[in-house]
């Protein structure tokens, strides 16, 4: 599901080539949804599922077997608005076309909605990091608390002409450090401090990505040609792997 949203990498390539190998035996089966879901896996053995006109849903994996949580029901009743999904720490965030951020605790208690401005509120991408949270926000950028109260902007007057955040290919957290990469399909990437919300870094990589995930202070993006390079935390090329 995740690769059908648009995400690709090592990481994703990966986990399709498990799940293409033949099993021995099914384990278990449950029905989360009535249609097709999109599913993100947290730490713990921690499952978070979504579809279309349906609430979001939460796992925990026992002994082979997924165990249901929790359900996440948006106060705006508008479930089919859900456009990501993620866990950070020990809270659960939704976001929708021009719909509010909606904070849940994991076990579905409603913790709060953000602030609604009055101009568009295209928030089709998050990442729940421990410390902070980071949606699109139409063309920028928004860093928001666990309360979901908004922090700030992040705008960088040196990005390309053309290239905003309705063209992301990824928000990634760095766990180890206060650090946010923001990857536009286009090819540019950036690295910001979440603390202070500066620019730490670009860098133009000259073709389409697809994709990124963060491993130790290092970023590999995927490419729309099938390549991925590493990047070390202050933006080289440390290694480049052709398709």
């Known amino acids: 599901a995740a690769y059908q949203r648009g995400r690709d990498g090592p990481g994703i390539r990966v986990a399709l080539a498990m799940a293409s190998r033949t099993m021995d035996r099914e384990v278990s089966r449950v029905r989360a949804h009535r249609v097709l879901a999109s599913l993100d ?17 939460s796992w925990r994996l026992r002994d082979g077997r997924l165990q249901p949580v929790a359900t996440y029901e948006r106060p705006d009743s508008a479930e089919s608005t859900i456009t990501d999904l993620g866990m950070g720490g020990a ?23 953000g602030q609604a401005p009055g ?29 979901a109260r908004l922090l700030g902007m ?15 290919a990824g928000l990634v957290m760095v766990k180890d450090a206060p650090r946010l990469a923001v990857v536009f399909k286009p090819g540019l ?6 603390t202070d919300r500066t620019l730490a870094w670009q860098r133009n990589l000259g073709e ?5 995930i963060a491993t130790g202070d290092r970023l590999v993006v995927g490419m729309q040609s099938g390549a ?9 090329i440390v290694f480049r792997r052709q398709a």
């Open 41 to 57: 896996t947290t730490d713990d053995n921690f499952l978070l599922s979504s579809a279309v006109n349906e609430s979001a849903r």
């Open 91 to 113: 809270t659960i965030g939704s976001v929708g076309f021009n719909k509010p951020l909606v904070l849940w605790e994991p076990d579905g208690k409603l913790r709060t909605v």
């Open 119 to 147: 101009q568009i509120f295209l928030i089709a991408r998050l990442n729940v990091g421990r410390d902070v949270i980071a949606t699109q926000w139409d063309r920028d950028i928004a860093l928001w608390d666990h309360d």
């Open 154 to 168: 992040l705008k960088n007057p040196e990005r390309p002409d053309g290239v905003d955040a309705t063209q992301l």
């Open 189 to 194: 990437v950036e690295m910001w401090s979440t």
């Open 208 to 212: 389409p990505l697809t994709s990124a």
């Open 228 to 236: 991925f390079v590493v990047l070390s935390s202050t933006g080289e």
